[in-house]
């Protein structure tokens, strides 16, 4: 069974820090996608990575998919309380495009 | 706005209760999923309708019976339920074909059960 494991469980930090957000499994992706969850509303997709080593820049969120494609990292810089919410990464196992979530990462950024 | 509505937004109901929870997607997808998110737990897949048929049920409980009149619709049935099925239940739809299936979710129901 493929789990994916994200840490910190977590996160309250300042208006204006830098944070990384880790997701981490014992399994080959063929793709891996970030979400962003508010209060009362459904997931929605930051990005999809899908290449090995691959780095997506979105605005002051950066991705980083390894390059084993069994991890991910989401590196935040000045983090502002739009900011702030649960943040899921999701992988599809190799072969498939078929997601499993992981365990989610809740952030609040304090003003 | 993510094209996708659920309705209702919130449910309490007792265990000897039916109900029905609805999904309805405005996207022109022809994928729909149903997904169970608790407290303290990954988010589950449930149910995958692709083309208004079934193409997968993840282990669920009887007690939840999904229908797909048409590929814009989703319902999922909800009959006899336990206190610890309390969740949110969240719909989406993808496209089938999409290289990479991005899915849309929709806004959930936040569904208790006494």
């Known amino acids: 069974t493929q789990l994916l494991e994200q840490s910190p469980q977590f996160l309250s930090i300042q208006e204006g820090e830098n944070l990384t957000v880790y997701c981490n499994s014992s399994?080959?992706?063929?793709?891996l996608q970030w979400y962003r969850q508010e209060p009362g509303e459904g997931p929605v997709l930051l990005v999809t990575?899908?290449?090995?080593?691959e780095v997506k820049k979105l605005k002051r969120l950066t991705f980083q998919f390894g390059d084993a494609r069994k991890d991910s990292s989401l590196h935040i810089t000045a983090a502002q309380p739009g900011d702030t919410g649960l943040y899921l990464c999701a992988g599809a196992a190799a072969g498939t495009y078929k997601y499993i979530f992981g365990t989610g990462t809740r952030l609040k950024v304090l003003a | 706005e993510t094209g996708v509505t659920q309705t209702p937004r919130h449910l309490v109901m007792g265990m000897t209760n039916k109900k029905s929870l609805k999904c309805e997607q405005h996207?022109?997808?022809?994928?729909m999923y149903w997904y169970k998110q608790s407290a303290k737990k990954p988010l589950e897949l449930m149910f995958v309708?692709?083309?208004?048929?079934?193409?997968e049920n993840n282990s669920v409980p009887s007690r939840f019976s999904p229908e797909c009149p048409n590929s814009s619709h989703l319902f999922l049935h909800l009959h006899t339920l336990q206190p610890e099925d309390s969740a949110l239940y969240l719909c989406a739809s993808s496209q089938e074909g999409d290289p990479q299936e991005t899915q849309y979710f929709g806004p959930g129901t936040r569904l208790l059960v006494l």
């Open positions: 990575v899908v290449t090995g080593g």
């Open positions: 996207l022109g997808h022809n994928a």
């Open positions: 309708y692709n083309f208004k048929e079934q193409t």
């Open positions: 399994s080959v992706f063929s793709s």
